[in-house]
């Protein structure tokens, strides 16, 4: 079916549709995601209102001050493909043809519906669209000609997941931002780092749009399915931890032991280094990072350009990466001084992320720990040593062998936000 035909023809892009125009009534359910993104100030779309929740209309009773004309509330955001929103089919065709054809290639598909257009083809109410769409990460676009095919399919598979009994609303709304969070990064930094350098012209006269083309024809196919073997792997992975887990309760609040890492005088280097020695060193400590966490058994959480969180199931696994990334980074004459703090205890997770006193512990023991240390809390001593992976005592430190670290107790210092902590300094054993 395509929007020339009768039923899929909808409104005149330049004005909402009229009553009814929906194949279904729909209201949004009422939860909002813990982020609370969805329900911004403004009274957009997505949270209901008077107007009907499968009218386009609604997006502008979020927006009474706004001309009708440039009424482009959250019920019409969609897909966007880095183009501004277009009223006229003369704006819509001063899409660089090029830069079309490449999208078209990566899409599958050509331009065919609206984002209202999009909604009743999938079947799905407007403002649950919206609330997807939203979610994913993608641009306001109005009522343009802008989405695919492959738009309402992925529209109509989410919501089939709904239907089905198997996500509720909040949670696929929650399945929606998780992927597009990630894959927005994963397809920034391919472009960033991968693309740009690949796509300069062979030849002289030759665009970069010219060399593109060609070039993601090859490309596409084998990235796509490596997205897909690595997707694979890492929730075979997650699967095993929630298999393994003792009851409900351990996967959302577990005890773990995390880690910061952060460069010391990260802020001095960014007055002193060009834009581009500073890019090369983020990403010499992001990927010397990621390796360390990987290879030794811990997860990766997120890095923050001059720091990286990461957590481990046991205080040993984090106790050794921390340790083998000062020792990495201080046999390299490039890197600043690095400094790690780590705290062990109950940690909440959600969509891959980790939150709690003992995330916030760990970043306030890396912002005191002295350069090239580690600070750790009394807790992840009180489990090294519980598993002899630390002596409990300075007698047991000199009469005991077979200990992997060493602890020395420094002052008790208040910490902002936690009180007084006393911080243990780890070192490697011998």
Not at 70 to 82: D, L
Not at 156 to 161: E, I, M
Not at 408 to 428: A, D, H, I, N, T
Request: charged residues 25%; glycine residues 10%; without cysteine.
């Amino acid at each position: 079916m395509t929007a020339d035909d009768p039923d899929m023809s909808g409104p005149d892009p330049n004005r909402p549709p009229a009553d009814g125009a929906t194949p279904r009534d729909g209201g949004r359910s009422g939860e909002d995601t813990a982020s609370g993104e969805d329900t911004a100030s403004g009274g957009d779309a997505a949270s209901g209102g008077d107007a009907g929740p499968g009218d386009a209309s609604s997006a502008g009773a979020a927006f009474p001050d706004v001309p009708p004309a440039r009424r482009t509330g959250s019920a019409s955001r969609a897909f966007g493909h880095a183009f501004e929103e277009r009223d006229t089919p003369e704006d819509r065709a001063k899409d660089n043809p090029l830069a079309l054809k490449v999208e078209e290639l990566i899409l599958g598909s050509a331009r065919t519906y609206t984002p209202f257009q999009a909604a009743r083809a999938a079947d799905v109410p407007m403002d649950l669209a919206a609330r997807f769409w939203r979610a994913m990460g993608f641009a306001d676009i109005g009522q343009a000609r802008a989405l695919t095919e492959a738009d309402v399919l992925a529209l109509r598979r989410l919501a089939g997941l709904v239907e089905a009994g198997l996500l509720n609303e909040a949670m696929a709304v929650q399945v929606a931002r998780s992927t597009g969070q990630t894959t927005a990064r994963l397809a920034e930094w391919q472009v960033d780092s991968f693309l740009a350098g690949l796509t300069v012209s062979p030849e002289p006269g030759m665009s970069r749009m010219e060399v593109t083309y060609p070039l993601v024809e090859l490309l596409l196919p084998e990235l796509q399915e490596f997205l897909v073997y690595v997707w694979r792997r890492q929730l075979a992975a997650a699967t095993g931890r929630v298999v393994q887990a003792q009851d409900d309760e351990e996967m959302v609040d577990r005890r773990l032991a995390v880690g910061f890492a952060d460069l010391v005088g990260f802020t001095r280097l960014t007055r002193r280094l060009e834009e581009e020695e500073l890019g090369e060193l983020v990403e010499a400590f992001e990927t010397t990072a990621a390796d360390l966490v990987a290879a030794h058994g811990g997860r990766l959480i997120k890095t923050l350009g001059d720091e990286v969180l990461y957590i481990a199931d046991d205080a040993g696994t984090a106790a050794e990466i921390g340790l083998r990334m000062i020792e990495t980074l201080s046999n390299d004459e490039t890197m600043p001084e690095l400094r790690v703090g780590m705290a062990f205890g109950t940690v909440t997770t959600r969509m891959g992320d980790v939150f709690g006193n003992t995330v916030n512990l760990a970043s306030r023991l890396t912002s005191i720990a002295p350069k090239d240390t580690v600070l750790i809390d009394g807790a992840l001593r009180e489990e090294l040593t519980a598993v002899g992976d630390a002596p409990r005592s300075e007698k047991d430190s000199a009469t005991g062998t077979g200990y992997r670290f060493a602890l020395q107790p420094l002052y008790q210092r208040p910490v902002r936000g936690l009180g007084v902590v006393e911080p243990w300094l780890l070192s490697r054993r011998g």
